[in-house]
């Protein structure tokens, strides 16, 4: 049973580029939420997608979008990067119907963004 | 607000020794409670949770917490700390219902010394 992928692993780019990154759930899974992590700091909710719709959102701004598709796998979009965006950012995906398990979110490996 | 607090944020024991790991939260009621680690360059693996119940939790690699109300504490202990516990941990709240965001503390880096 695979569990939350994550793509790429490492990513170098510039101020002001755009860039997408990719998640696929656990198997069994329908909902994606995604998280940034600066260094030496614990994961910040960005938002979270459940039936292709972005149910959540933390405190981001709108350069951060996203997108999930029908096969539950999602991607997050980041427009006009910035220095402050240099991070490790975590996909975490669980079951969006359950009150109880759906609190239960499995984390995949991240990819570390360098803005330079 | 609901906020999450580890207010150690570097902690070394000996191989061997006890551990253990605070955690404190502010919220009006109960929430969801999580320890996760994360090891270095690695995404995050849940030690243990808490919904309701028994306020004495297992979790994996032989790890326990115990959730105290009166004190919006969720500390994390393990009896005897083995060298492959170096890592990060991180504790994490949930408000319930239709979302699920984790709102989680700053951390604890763990050393083990031999």
């Known amino acids: 049973d695979a569990g939350v992928t994550q793509s790429p692993t490492h990513l170098i780019k510039t101020r002001g580029q755009q860039v997408t990154l990719r998640c696929s759930p656990k198997s069994g899974h329908d909902t994606v939420s995604w998280y940034q992590q600066a260094l030496g700091q614990g994961p910040q909710f960005i938002f979270q997608?459940?039936?292709?719709?972005?149910?959540q959102r933390g405190n981001f701004p709108d350069r951060f979008s996203g997108h999930q598709f029908p096969n539950y796998s999602s991607e997050l979009n980041v427009n006009a990067l910035l220095l402050g965006d240099s991070a490790l950012y975590l996909c975490a995906s669980s079951l969006g119907g359950d009150e109880v398990s759906g609190h239960e979110q499995f984390f995949g490996p991240g990819t570390r963004l360098t803005v330079l | 607000a609901q906020s999450v607090t580890q207010p150690d944020i570097h902690i070394t024991v000996s191989e061997g020794a006890s551990l253990e790991l605070r955690c404190n939260y502010s919220y009006g009621a109960t929430p969801y409670l999580f320890w996760y680690v994360q090891s270095p360059g690695q995404g995050l693996q849940l030690l243990l949770k808490y919904f309701s119940g028994d306020t004495l939790v297992q979790g994996i690699k032989g790890f326990e917490a115990e959730f105290k109300r009166s004190q919006s504490s969720f500390n994390l202990r393990k009896p005897s700390v083995h060298w492959s516990d170096a890592a990060e941990y991180f504790c994490a709240v949930a408000r319930g219902g239709a979302t699920n965001k984790l709102i989680f503390g700053t951390g604890t880096l763990l050393a083990v010394q031999p």
């Open positions: 997608y459940y039936e292709e719709e972005e149910r």
